[in-house]
């Protein structure tokens, strides 16, 4: 990589900046407890079918995405949709919070602060609502942008999203480097907005650039 030509530094979120595999199993044990105590099946469903209908939406670049995953959510499981776009706040956006900070990938501060001193402007791309995972990760960036916000409307792989994030730092694409942990979704985002990906991944991917911690040695110039 050569860091040089690198001047906005994107990364995602969900299973990028934390452990996504430490906070489902967390999830997954409230859920079980909430389940027991509340004889509340219906929440477990609501949450599967919504996460299917969210990455169909994301793979067919529907527009108001989040809206169309409410509505084919609410018919697909016969509840109100209201109920629903509870539900989903609830437990998606709002309870994951409180865990974020202990699933968070080891060595990022020490890289974010590394970043900011060679002059690098960090973003975040994220399919989620951000700003307050962020927070309770203990982390800041100078651009954040989610596919729900207002000019933006589109879900990964579509490039919207990462075009708005490079305007917004006053950068070329080719000045710009991904870093996420899904080919299908952070890789196609960058190469279809003409920037790079860097991919995290404990093993090599055919035709992308991986690592394995963010203390790997291609971080070596800011650490």
């Not at 994107?10 to 997954?28: A, H």
């Not at 596919?147 to 490039?159: F, Y």
Request: one cysteine or more.
């Amino acid at each position: 990589m050569d860091w040089a030509g690198v001047h906005l530094v994107v990364f995602d979120v969900d299973g990028t900046l934390y452990r996504q595999r430490q906070l489902r199993l967390r999830m997954v044990r409230d859920l079980l407890i909430h389940t027991v105590l509340k004889r509340d099946t219906k929440t477990i469903a609501v949450l599967a079918k919504y996460r299917r209908i969210r990455e169909r939406l994301g793979n067919e670049h529907v527009p108001d995405f989040e809206c169309a995953s409410i509505a084919h959510t609410a018919t697909a499981t016969a509840i109100a949709p209201d109920k629903v776009r509870s539900i989903v706040s609830e437990w998606i956006e709002r309870r994951p919070l409180g865990y974020l900070a202990g699933c968070r990938y080891q060595g990022l501060p020490q890289l974010f602060a590394g970043l900011r001193r060679r002059g690098k402007s960090i973003g975040i791309l994220s399919d989620y609502p951000a700003k307050a995972k962020l927070e309770a990760l203990d982390l800041a960036a100078n651009h954040i942008v989610s596919a729900g916000d207002e000019n933006v409307g589109l879900l990964k792989p579509h490039p919207r999203g990462l075009q708005s994030l490079i305007v917004a730092a006053g950068v070329e694409p080719h000045e710009t480097v991904v870093i996420g942990d899904r080919v299908d979704r952070d890789g196609l985002v960058a190469r279809r907005a003409g920037a790079r990906a860097l991919i995290r991944s404990s093993k090599p991917i055919e035709g992308w650039q991986t690592f394995a911690r963010f203390d790997d040695a291609l971080f070596a110039p800011f650490l």
